[in-house]
């Protein structure tokens, strides 16, 4: 007689599903899932990171505080320091209102702003054109062109032939002197290239199907899609020009086209005082020399760090994952 043998029937058992209360926490906090193989962090590890977190804070932020409480000190608080003011007595903006008064400094601030204006347009133009060829496999001479910028990159003509280039065409002692020489970066182009590589292939051909032209391409398609990349780079040419002072140093000598870093050196290592009404009140005593120094420090840093938070959002998107294309 033959039986019939059922068929042996086993459990799976589910996994439990995540609690609602972890599950809205980890959507508050932004929290990723921890990886399976990614150790727990222990109490020490967690201590010593924040150590360190609060250390390198403070190593930025004190100095920081210094140079701004130096800055609004009266001249009695700077002489009791001895020099800098770690803690205000009393708060005075003396020093910028003589600063901003319309003298050389406020001459060298709009100087500044208008090479760092316009050399940034200039650079970021030439820089997407030039990346935009690079990054189209069928433009003309497109490897050895390639080959040529990333030699500029290792083999450079030096300070001397520089000079005499830039003096021999006639730029001395003009805004173009402290523009062109250090227009363009070639790796920037390299990041900016890399990033248009990356742009969808079928996008392009569609465009070309519908009749647009190369610059159509470049304009409507092809920057839209990468505003990370080309604001982070912008971001590196506007610091790049605003923090500029060798260039006005080598080829500039009317005081009067001076940029504000070099007033800036002229203060702190010169110890020269702008002429006028500020050199009348530093050596009446009214306002101290170095509080002069450190307001135009705090006047110099003012532009970058409103910018760079604006601009943070877009450096992981725009440098990572052009570099890793490029």
């Keep these: 007689m033959t039986t019939l043998l059922e068929p042996e029937v086993t459990e799976h058992r589910q996994p439990s599903p995540p609690r609602r209360g972890d599950c ?68 005075t903006f003396v020093a910028y209102t003589e600063l901003l008064s319309g003298g050389a400094v406020t001459r060298a601030a709009l100087v500044s702003i208008g090479l ?122 506007a610091v790049g020009y605003w923090s500029q002072w060798f260039n006005a140093m080598l080829y500039i000598q009317d005081s009067e086209k001076y940029p504000l870093q070099m007033i800036l050196r002229q203060l702190v290592l010169q110890h020269q005082v702008p002429p006028g009404a500020m050199g009348q009140a530093v050596s009446s005593g009214r306002i101290n020399s170095l509080a002069v120094q450190m307001a135009v420090m705090v006047l110099a840093l003012i532009p970058v760090a409103v910018l760079s938070p604006f601009v943070q959002r877009h450096f992981q998107k725009g440098m990572l994952t052009g570099a890793v294309k490029g």
């Design 24 to 91: 809205l926490l980890r959507r508050a906090l932004r929290v990723e899932p921890r990886p399976v193989w990614e150790e727990e962090p222990t109490k020490a590890g967690l201590a010593l990171k924040g150590f360190g977190l609060v250390a390198i804070c403070a190593m930025v932020l004190v100095p920081l505080w210094v140079v701004v409480v130096t800055s609004l000190s009266d001249t009695r608080a700077v002489n009791e320091a001895g020099g800098l003011v770690v803690w205000p007595e009393s708060i």
């Design 116 to 237: 760092t204006v316009v050399g940034t347009a200039f650079s970021v133009v030439v820089s997407v054109l030039c990346a935009y060829g690079l990054s189209r496999r069928d433009s003309f001479a497109h490897r050895p062109l390639l080959m040529t910028l990333m030699a500029t990159m290792f083999f450079g003509a030096g300070l001397i032939p520089t000079y005499l280039l830039v003096t021999g065409i006639g730029l001395s002692d003009s805004y173009w002197s402290m523009i062109l020489p250090s227009a363009v970066s070639v790796f920037n182009i390299l990041v900016l290239r890399g990033f248009f590589m990356d742009t969808a292939p079928e996008l392009i051909d569609a465009a070309r199907i519908d009749g647009a032209g190369e610059w159509r391409i470049l304009l409507q398609i092809v920057m839209p899609l990468s505003r990370a990349v080309i604001a982070v780079i912008s971001l590196f040419y």
